[in-house]
């Protein structure tokens, strides 16, 4: 059984620091394209970065280029999204997602695990 298991989110001031953790299980990464979505209060959900295991290639929107890193560690088949200077409208639930196919106007989501919540308070 496919399944994404997201963890890390937590509350933390503007300016902060925290590292989301997207563990896999049921399928390897290698072959896959991990995804990051988050869905604001009252905003519809939107993807922020995905990463292509295969060549560890990247993408980031431009919202939050610059301050978030996606990486991948096959060997724990687990994705990270480390997010750095955390503003108040990164707030929101944080979605990993798997599929083979990622690209900027469609991001991976054959698989989603569950939500993890982020709160930055200002």
């Known amino acids: 059984e496919v399944q994404l298991q997201a963890s890390g989110g937590g509350l933390v001031q503007a300016g902060g620091s925290l590292r989301l953790s997207c563990a896999a299980s049921?399928?390897?990464?290698?072959?896959?394209?991990i995804g990051w979505f988050r869905q604001a209060p009252k905003r519809e959900r939107e993807g922020i970065s995905y990463?292509?295991?295969?060549?560890?290639?990247?993408y980031y929107e431009d919202s939050v280029k610059g301050r978030f890193t996606i990486s991948s560690d096959n060997a724990k088949n687990t994705v990270y999204l480390q997010m750095n200077s955390l503003k108040p409208e990164d707030t929101g639930v944080y979605y990993c997602t798997a599929g083979r196919y990622a690209s900027p106007a469609y991001y991976p989501q054959d698989f989603w695990g569950q939500g993890t919540q982020v709160t930055v308070s200002s």
């Open positions: 990463i292509i295991s295969r060549d560890a290639s990247t």
């Open positions: 049921g399928f390897t990464l290698d072959g896959y394209s």
